[in-house]
């Protein structure tokens, strides 16, 4: 990973402002089609100073999902796996959690039971196991668990279980000088902790949702602490909202795959001049999930009708690419 | 401005990852002193790869104060100018601010009224004139009074009260390749208004205070409003809090000039490898303002005293500065 960016980003010192011309050499994963020929006639016409379709750099500004869009999201969210051992983690230090809901299910790790646990449910997960922890502690327990997780059902570390198409179509962003952001629903400093790494994105431009947090000042010592409140939920709304405050400017194109990207992708087709709305469908249930409006992880059901009744792009995942996963290659 | 940055940029990709030998080309309005020595001593050990003080490129993150820092804010900050002649603006639909405080003396222009007023009263100034606008008109408005208005005192455009030595500063940073940001307890939309083309830092490192915000989808049309109701005060620990949320990373570099800057520079100082803090202290009554610990718009007390107890660097303006404006060039 690490060498195609900097690879590529050496290639666009070297052509600079340069439209990538070959761009079978940016999307390789992808199969011909549609999907692909969208992608690019987008990218093409948007970086052409001579279209009248051309955006400026600094207009040129992508949002990013991340569950479910840059990497995998089913069973459930990875990050509630984190937690749960992290609950496991910090048990004995909580004897009351043995009895109580839904602590007593993650420690017991009755699988039944935490596949019902509902949103309430997860937040009292995430609020415990991310809380209490300072900024530099939390990014290494991240970490940590990280460099020895596993998927459940994949068997595969977590960071590996990002979509290899889609890490192609940011280098192929990036190389047309757009300017990429995530903005997801997950935890902001779970996110930052690793993909700035994993993706190339830097920490600046990960959005997501947020815990209150406090600033302590004593004996010459700074401390920000995660406190168990939600500050902000990244999601539906919530994305148009921090796209606003974090970014300051309309996106030209999104990408997610759920109806909790609805809202950013509303507020980016609401932009004028061309913008670029683009979906993706799990419909390969042999090399990963397929799901949309009846899963309770990543549900996509208003969101799949609007794009159909406005022309958005959405990739079929079955059909559109080539492989799933780095490790395919 | 525009021309100075692209110059650097073209520079910049002349000769990468260079220090800049010629530092006199780039802080000519700097008298040579201690201080001038301590900015190019910083930048130099830390963008040496062969210094034991070298900083990586993605942990160049500097933070600026705006108000009293990169541009002026006496006789009070400017953004309560923008406020009051939006009430102005605004009276002959709310007769009833005709006889209520603080409105009346804003709309009789009651000037000695106006310079008792209190965070409470700006604080519903700001509220109504800020609010009850969507995104697009609001930047509208700011650039169409900045246009147009002018400051009482000095009798210039608020964008012409920038400081030189400021923004040859940013340019010596960005050549060097530190990424700067602005945290004010301004307005974030206010200084994203202009602040992008004046200083070149884009809107996506821009962060202030902030109001609530509502988004509503209707007949395929999106909008984001802003509510009378504060969201985020970024100043004193909200300075701290928000670089973490924003950034995601401390910075090595702080820069400002009041009480409200100190947690910001805490939090800065408290990193470890080499670490920058800077104050600016308005010491030139003749060319600008001189004040610190008594003055009610950007009091320095607390900060200074920290500052002379830590070693911090504190430039003062009538001695380190050649020339204060642009205009003075």
């Not at 020929?37 to 207009?59: G, L, Q, R, W, Y």
């Not at 309770?296 to 996963?325: E, S």
């Amino acid at each position: 990973m690490k060498f195609k960016i900097h690879f590529f980003f050496l290639f666009c010192c070297l052509i600079p402002c340069s439209k990538a011309s070959d761009v079978q050499h940016f999307l390789p994963s992808w199969n011909e089609g549609q999907t692909k020929s969208a992608i690019i006639t987008f990218v093409e016409k948007t970086v052409d100073p001579k279209s009248k379709h051309f955006i400026a750099t600094e207009d040129r500004i992508v949002t990013f999902d991340n569950d479910g869009t840059l990497w995998g999201e089913q069973p459930m969210y990875f990050q509630f796996f984190f937690a749960m051992d992290r609950i496991r983690e910090l048990a004995d230090d909580h004897p009351e959690w043995k009895d109580t809901h839904p602590y007593q299910a993650v420690i017991e790790n009755d699988t039944q039971k935490i596949a019902q646990f509902n949103a309430e449910d997860l937040m009292h997960l995430v609020f415990s196991a991310h809380s209490q922890t300072n900024t530099n502690e939390f990014e290494q327990l991240v970490n940590t668990w990280l460099s020895t997780a596993q998927h459940p059902v994949l068997k595969k570390p977590f960071t590996q279980l990002v979509y290899q198409p889609m890490l192609e179509l940011l280098d192929y962003l990036r190389v047309n000088h757009f300017k990429i952001f995530i903005v997801s629903g997950g935890s902001i400093e779970f996110i930052r902790a690793w993909a700035e790494q994993v993706y190339g994105i830097p920490k600046d431009r990960i959005i997501g949702s947020t815990l209150k947090t406090h600033f302590s000042y004593e004996n010459g010592q700074t401390t920000i602490t995660r406190l168990p409140e939600l500050e902000f939920n990244n999601d539906h709304e919530g994305k148009a909202l921090s796209i606003n405050k974090f970014i300051g400017r309309k996106p030209v194109m999104s990408v997610g795959n759920s109806d909790g990207d609805l809202e950013m992708m509303q507020w980016t087709a609401s932009g004028k001049g061309s913008r670029f709305m683009l979906y993706l469908h799990h419909t390969d249930v042999d090399r990963e999930w397929a799901y949309d409006k009846h899963s309770n992880v990543g549900r996509l059901d208003k969101g799949l009708t609007q794009a159909n009744n406005n022309n958005w792009t959405v990739i079929d995942m079955k059909k559109d690419w080539k492989v799933i996963f780095p490790f395919e290659l």
